[in-house]
């Protein structure tokens, strides 16, 4: 029997196309493992009239990993800023996976807390198709 894994997914809204596209992508690759079955929760899976801050919260006690996708738009975002990396960041018994989902200036932005942890990014040579 495969273990569950919770996989909360923080992006910023302005990035959820490129979001959607990260997570097909991993799921093709994690679909097979003999170990793990990956189960992930984003903000759309709020149902409407649920209380949305509260949903998020209780999405981020519940997870085992978080999943960060970096842009410009998720390092500017005030509610992830505020609500989501402290909670992911804090927790020593949680992974992040930072996945870089747009170019950032990684001297010039304000990483959030991010800037001591690998960054994975799809643009490497050995990741493309």
Same mark, same amino acid.
């Given at each position: 029997?495969?273990?569950?894994?919770?996989?909360?997914?923080?992006?910023? /809204?302005?990035?959820?196309?490129?979001?959607?596209?990260?997570?097909?992508?991993?799921? @093709?690759?994690?679909?097979?493992?003999?170990?793990?079955?990956?189960?992930?929760?984003?903000?759309?899976?709020?149902?409407?009239? @649920?209380?949305?801050?509260?949903?998020?919260?209780?999405?981020?006690?519940?997870?085992?990993?978080?999943?960060?996708?970096?842009?410009?738009?998720?390092?500017?975002?005030?509610?992830?800023?505020?609500? @989501? *990396?402290?909670?992911?960041?804090?927790? /020593?018994?949680?992974?992040?996976?930072?996945?870089?989902?747009?170019?950032?200036? *990684? @001297?010039?932005?304000?990483?959030?807390?991010?800037?001591?942890?690998?960054?994975?990014?799809?643009?490497?040579? /050995?990741?493309?198709?």
């Amino acid at each position: 029997m495969k273990k569950k894994i919770k996989v909360f997914v923080s992006y910023a /809204r302005a990035n959820r196309d490129l979001a959607v596209r990260f997570l097909q992508k991993f799921k @093709e690759q994690a679909a097979p493992s003999k170990l793990y079955h990956y189960v992930f929760w984003r903000d759309a899976d709020i149902l409407v009239g @649920e209380k949305w801050h509260d949903e998020i919260q209780d999405a981020l006690a519940q997870c085992d990993i978080g999943f960060v996708l970096i842009s410009p738009a998720f390092l500017g975002s005030q509610y992830i800023q505020d609500h @989501e *990396l402290p909670k992911l960041l804090k927790n /020593r018994g949680k992974s992040v996976i930072p996945v870089l989902l747009q170019a950032i200036d *990684l @001297e010039r932005h304000d990483l959030k807390g991010l800037q001591h942890t690998q960054i994975f990014r799809l643009d490497r040579p /050995r990741f493309f198709p």
